[in-house]
T-cell receptor, first 114, second 111 residues
Framework: DAGITQSPRHKVTETGTPVTLRCHQT?????MYWYRQDPGHGLRLIHY???????DKGEVSDGYSVSRSKTEDFLLTLESATSSQTSVYFC?????????????FGPGTRLTVL | QQPVQSPQAVILREGEDAVINCSSS?????VHWYRQKHGEAPVFLMI?????EQKGHEKISASFNEKKQQSSLYLTASQLSYSGTYFC????????????FGKGTKLSVKP
């Protein structure tokens, strides 16, 4: 299995508070992704990174920011959490462009915003 | 726009076959298939690339019709372990290989 972890695994927070989720990999993969998964919507891409300090937006990026200062870590920040951001968040990694190689997913973080 | 998966759900008996389809409204570069069991992370099954190349880790077959912009996943002689939700992810050839996932097909295999 690919070495990819997410922290925390579960979090409950209140509306308006900032939240940071961490994705850590030991595979030295170049590409990293953040998805959210909601019932009836499947997996939707929030942000992705194609290298250290190289990030870009995905389909549902509003209300989220990311940072990648090291190859192994990709952080997702909710600047001011809202109830609509209650979801399961998955991080994924890929050694080369994810269009031609598989993405490996982390175990997920279940976030509840009250 | 998300690819459209069909059916949304299917129930099988062990040993039966199933086909899951994934249709796009745009020209495709590659199609990925993943399976997710309840409470777990999605797991890679297969990639089908424009031009016919395939990469996969399990004994599951799939097809990719570039003209029809459609991919199909074939599950033959299903086993209980095949139960889960299947997602297709499509890439249109740009932006570092981002995938747009369908909403999933829930497969339940009964003894």
């Amino acid at each position: 299995d690919a070495g990819i972890t997410q922290s925390p695994r579960h979090k409950v927070t209140e509306t308006g508070t900032p939240v940071t989720l961490r994705c850590h990999q030991t595979e030295n993969h170049r590409y990293m992704y953040w998805y959210r998964q909601d019932p009836g919507h499947g997996l939707r891409l929030i942000h992705y990174s194609y290298g250290v300090k190289d990030t870009d937006k995905g389909e549902v990026s509003d209300g989220y920011s990311v940072s990648r200062s090291k190859t192994e870590d990709f952080l997702l920040t909710l600047e001011s959490a809202t109830s609509s951001q209650t979801s399961v968040y998955f991080c994924a990694i890929s050694g080369t462009s994810g269009s031609v190689n598989e993405q490996f997913f982390g175990p997920g973080t279940r976030l509840t915003v009250l | 726009q998300q690819p459209v998966q069909s059916p949304q759900a299917v129930i099988l008996r062990e040993g039966e076959d199933a086909v899951i389809n994934c249709s796009s409204s745009k020209a495709l570069y590659s199609v990925h298939w993943y399976r997710q069991k309840h409470g777990e992370a999605p797991v890679f099954l297969m990639i089908l690339l424009k031009g016919g190349e395939q990469k996969g880790h399990e004994k599951i077959s799939a097809s990719f019709n570039e003209k029809k912009q459609q991919s199909s996943l074939y599950l033959t002689a299903s086993q209980l372990s095949y139960s889960g939700t299947y997602f297709c992810g499509e890439n249109y050839g740009g932006s570092q290989g981002n995938l747009i996932f369908g909403k999933g097909t829930k497969l339940s295999v009964k003894p």
